[in-house]
T-cell receptor
Framework: AQSVTQLGSHVSVSEGALVLLRCNYSSSVPPYLFWYVQYPNQGLQLLLKYTSAATLVKGINGFEAEFKKSETSFHLTKPSAHMSDAAEYFCAVRTHSGAGSYQLTFGKGTKLSVIP | ETGVTQSPTHLIKTRGQQVTLRCSSQSGHNTVSWYQQALGQGPQFIFQYYREEENGRGNFPPRFSGLQFPNYSSELNVNALELDDSALYLC????????????FGSGTRLTVV
């Protein structure tokens, strides 16, 4: 079964510092991977996705992620954190759910705090 | 292009009651999935509808059921509500297998008392 593991339930960075949120996947087939952001009391917003094209994926709001097959990782980075980046971030893998259908399987999430 | 719209945004129900949540998919999307997000957890897949039929289901009991309509909108019905059903319910729409991504609505916050 395909799954993702997010290391660190809570990450704190200073404003202007590098943001690194870790995600490792487990998959027997080439995975489709996603990062979503969730602000308090809101739904999920897609940051970026990897669908077997370029291994370095650029997303919205200055975020990017690199697919590393040898490390089974898809870590999310941003060079300089802004206060507005404070939110919860979810890594997800597209998983086969039967009869030609697919679902997203999410990690438990990482809450990012940005310190002024 | 319109996004995914869910209604209502919040509701409170009593244990044992039934509830219906609604979702309008993004324009051009023909597949709708529902997820349950308990407090402090990642979303969990409930089921998916394509061409008005359920074609994928997560580990949820039969009292969770749904519908998809010809315009691709969808309903989630939960019978015999339990306290543990309290959660944020998210609807996501996609084009068939989700290769191009899934668009989520803002969710319905259900509280069971």
């Amino acid at each position: 079964a395909q799954s993702v593991t997010q290391l660190g339930s809570h990450v704190s960075v200073s404003e202007g510092a590098l943001v690194l949120l870790r995600c490792n996947y487990s998959s027997s087939v080439p995975p489709y991977l996603f990062w979503y952001v969730q602000y308090p009391n809101q739904g999920l917003q897609l940051l970026l996705k990897y669908t077997s094209a370029a291994t370095l994926v650029k997303g919205i709001n200055g975020f990017e992620a690199e697919f590393k097959k040898s490390e089974t990782s898809f870590h999310l980075t941003k060079p300089s954190a802004h206060m507005s980046d404070a939110a919860e971030y979810f890594c997800a893998v597209r998983t086969h759910s039967g009869a030609g259908s697919y679902q997203l399987t999410f990690g438990k999430g990482t809450k990012l705090s940005v310190i002024p | 292009e319109t996004g995914v719209t869910q209604s209502p945004t919040h509701l409170i129900k009593t244990r044992g009651q039934q509830v219906t949540l609604r979702c309008s998919s993004q324009s051009g999307h023909n597949t709708v999935s529902w997820y349950q997000q308990a407090l402090g957890q990642g979303p969990q897949f409930i089921f998916q509808y394509y061409r008005e039929e359920e074609n994928g289901r997560g580990n949820f009991p039969p009292r969770f059921s749904g519908l998809q309509f010809p315009n691709y909108s969808s309903e989630l019905n939960v019978n015999a509500l339990e306290l543990d059903d309290s959660a944020l319910y998210l609807c996501a729409s996609s084009l068939e297998t989700g290769t191009y991504g899934y668009t989520f609505g803002s969710g319905t916050r259900l509280t069971v008392v």
